[in-house]
């Protein structure tokens, strides 16, 4: 099973992106999955997640801002994000919670100040 992140970019400070998570199979409906992004010299951090059912939680750091979401008939899922901030750039992941997935590439959102 393979993760296909995308839709990163830059942007400046204020703006938007909204990600995409694509995979194979009914992987993304049937688990509980998540976004995840990794700063230059930090750890992978966790960002949202939403459940099997469609239950969310954010990092307190993107909470009102970010937004995940499912698409289970496009087997899809997404992340809109809002008033980016300079300390929201890094490379976003997705996978599943916990992650027992390969690490894909991910997608480089990079938000200038």
């Known amino acids: 099973v393979q993760l296909l992140a995308s839709g990163g970019g830059l942007v400046q400070a204020g703006g938007s992106l909204r990600l995409s998570c694509a995979a194979s199979?009914?992987?993304?409906?049937?688990?509980?999955m998540a976004w995840y992004r990794q700063a230059p010299g930090k750890h992978r951090e966790l960002v949202a997640r939403?459940?099997?059912?469609?239950?969310?939680t954010y990092a307190d750091s993107v909470k009102g801002r970010f937004t995940i979401s499912r698409d289970n008939a496009e087997n899809t899922m997404y992340l809109q994000m809002s008033t980016l901030e300079p300390g929201d750039t890094a490379v976003y992941y997705c996978?599943?919670?916990?992650?027992?997935?390969?690490w894909g590439q991910g997608t480089l959102v990079t938000v200038s100040s």
């Open positions: 996978n599943t919670l916990p992650p027992y997935l390969a």
């Open positions: 199979g009914s992987l993304i409906s049937v688990n509980n």
């Open positions: 939403i459940t099997s059912v469609g239950v969310t």
